[in-house]
């Protein structure tokens, strides 16, 4: 499952915290793994995954941001089960709903 690979990554390479869902005690800042769409052609899996940076403030949502695109472009492609990463998207994502600053990262994966 591409979701659990992403998320034990991250987990291993942030110093923020990292969650599938947003928590009912949600810490300052922390980030939320989603995949958003994935495909299959020749055995060969694909996948959309967004990841939002949640934080106290939007100059702080954006470099957590920044850091989970570079850790992601850097790293994630040393995972064996890995085959492409490609940063899709990247931008301010504010939930004005909430009212929470975040900034989301989108990113096109290749996978088996």
């Given at each position: 499952?591409?979701?659990?690979?992403?998320?034990n990554?991250?987990?291993?390479?942030?110093?923020?915290?990292?969650f599938?869902?947003i928590?009912?005690?949600?810490?300052?800042?922390f980030?939320?793994?989603?995949?958003?769409?994935?495909?299959?052609?020749?055995?060969?899996?694909?996948?959309?995954?967004?990841?939002?940076?949640?934080s106290?403030?939007?100059?702080?949502?954006?470099?957590?941001?920044?850091?989970?695109?570079?850790?992601?472009?850097?790293g994630?492609?040393?995972?064996?089960?890995?085959?492409?990463?490609?940063?899709?998207?990247?931008?301010?994502?504010?939930?004005?709903?909430t009212?929470?600053?975040?900034?989301?990262?989108?990113f096109?994966?290749?996978?088996?």
């Amino acid at each position: 499952m591409i979701e659990l690979t992403v998320y034990n990554f991250l987990k291993t390479n942030l110093s923020t915290p990292v969650f599938m869902e947003i928590p009912k005690d949600y810490p300052s800042q922390f980030v939320v793994i989603e995949k958003t769409s994935g495909a299959q052609v020749n055995h060969i899996n694909s996948s959309t995954i967004a990841i939002k940076s949640y934080s106290d403030s939007l100059y702080k949502a954006a470099v957590l941001n920044d850091e989970v695109v570079e850790t992601m472009l850097n790293g994630l492609i040393n995972e064996s089960d890995i085959s492409s990463v490609k940063l899709n998207s990247s931008y301010n994502f504010t939930d004005t709903s909430t009212k929470q600053y975040r900034y989301q990262a989108v990113f096109d994966i290749v996978h088996y």
